[in-house]
């Protein structure tokens, strides 16, 4: 099991920012970052979404309810991958999830079932 360890996640008012990260061992993450890597939240009650996707060359993709708020990035000088959420809002409460694919695919998606590596989750709560 690839360990992906995610942090960052806390409470917060509506209209705040949170930036949540997930790392992994340097010789992991070399190897995830040529591939597609995520987030994916599951508030309480629903089925786990797609949030935004990185691949290998570093084109992004974001679900339509966080496009102009949240943004995901690598730094692959300190082998982590991150999501910077702006202005939350109280529906962006759940449990955020970092996640990889350990293999080529044609292009990233937010689609659950092609990721194969995730980390524990983490708690987001926004408050209005």
């Known amino acids: 099991q690839v360990p992906l360890v995610e942090s960052g996640g806390g409470s917060v008012q509506a209209g705040g920012s949170l930036r949540l990260s997930c790392a992994t061992s340097?010789?992991?993450?070399?190897?995830?970052?040529?591939?597609?890597m995520g987030w994916f939240r599951q508030a309480p009650g629903k089925e786990r979404e797609g949030v935004a996707v990185?691949?290998?060359?570093?084109?992004?993709s974001y679900a339509d309810s966080v496009k102009g708020r949240f943004t995901i990035s690598k730094d692959n000088v300190k082998n982590t991958l991150f999501l910077q959420m702006n202005s939350l809002k109280f529906e962006d409460t759940a449990v955020y999830y970092c996640?990889?694919?350990?293999?080529?695919?044609?292009?990233?998606?937010?689609?659950?079932?092609?990721?194969?590596?995730w980390g524990q989750g983490t708690q987001v709560t926004v408050s209005s």
């Open positions: 996640a990889a694919v350990s293999t080529y695919v044609p292009s990233c998606s937010l689609v659950e079932s092609e990721f194969n590596y």
């Open positions: 340097g010789h992991t993450y070399r190897y995830l970052r040529r591939y597609c």
């Open positions: 990185i691949d290998g060359g570093g084109d992004t």
